[in-house]
């Protein structure tokens, strides 16, 4: 891919949960379809700190300025040309319409049924990092606690920054970051070729807003909030919905980790029936 992509058009299919970061503050990653037709990831992306003129829904059409991500050798990276402050222009947002027709036309244009062979593509000179996989059975779904707040270095680190942002009618405002997530969530599924069931954890945005509201819907009760988390991603996907996911390698396992990919978002178009003709 190129060293600069001017005015690159992107249809964002990926947004994973904020993380904080010591360098760049709260950052998500942001992966989608360059032209509507290879993957490329973007980061770092501040996005709940963009003006809400510039905050871009999932499956939306942006147009900004990118170079290479020299310091990663994963071809997919790239970041914005002028930095965290360079303006994003949103266009049109793909609907939902005839089972999702408009998005399946770019996101399934490249489908990949073995993590066996993403694995290997990743490995390999090509340095693969982002695809489309199909499973072909989901087996379970795991919920696993986790750190509740974020490292006392990392916030440290961030207060001695910007504390504050200005909004799009130029007031200030004190900046507040995301609250973690306690829990992990993941998949257990198989794909082509395997024998055995493979565990993926999950980090898109989506479950982790999901779980918020939960605990909302249950008045703060985690083990219920949790439970329709599981209902929906694991009872609800499985039968009324044609799942696949959206994967990803992260920078620092890529090279070490057996398998460095995690779900970075889920493609869950409604399943469809087809009409007998005779």
């Known amino acids: 891919m190129d060293l600069e992509l001017p005015q690159a058009q992107v249809l964002i299919t990926v947004k994973t949960y904020p993380q904080l970061s010591s360098r760049y503050g709260e950052l998500v990653c942001t992966a989608g379809l360059l032209n509507g037709e290879r993957w490329i990831r ?89 695809a489309t996989l199909k499973p072909t059975e989901i087996v379970g779904f795991v919920i696993e ?50 024998n055995r069931p493979r565990k993926m954890m999950i980090e898109d945005w989506e479950i982790g807003a999901l779980f918020w509201n939960c605990m909302q819907r249950t008045n703060g009760d985690e083990i219920a909030a949790n439970d329709l988390v599981r209902q929906k991603y694991l009872n609800t996907f499985r039968e009324k919905n044609d799942l696949y996911f959206f994967v990803g390698t992260t920078l620092q396992h890529h090279l070490r980790s057996r398998n460095p990919f995690v779900i970075i978002g889920v493609f869950y178009p409604p399943k469809t029936t087809q009409t007998s003709l005779f």
């Open 145 to 194: 606690e986790t750190d509740r707040d974020w490292k006392d270095k990392i916030i440290a680190q961030n207060q001695q920054g910007d504390m504050f942002e200005t909004n799009d009618r130029g007031e200030m405002q004190a900046r507040q970051y995301v609250q973690k997530l306690p829990y992990k969530y993941s998949y257990q599924f198989l794909s082509e070729g395997d």
């Open 42 to 130: 973007i980061y770092p992306i501040p996005f709940r700190f963009l003006q809400d003129s510039r905050q871009y829904p999932k499956y939306s059409w942006i147009t900004l300025d990118q170079e290479r991500r020299t310091q990663d050798f994963r071809p997919e990276s790239y970041r914005p040309r002028r930095g965290i402050d360079e303006p994003i222009q949103v266009d049109e947002k793909l609907g939902t319409k005839n089972a999702w027709a408009g998005r399946k036309d770019f996101v399934l244009k490249e489908v990949f049924t073995s993590m066996t062979e993403l694995i290997s593509l990743a490995k390999s000179e090509e340095r693969k990092s982002l």
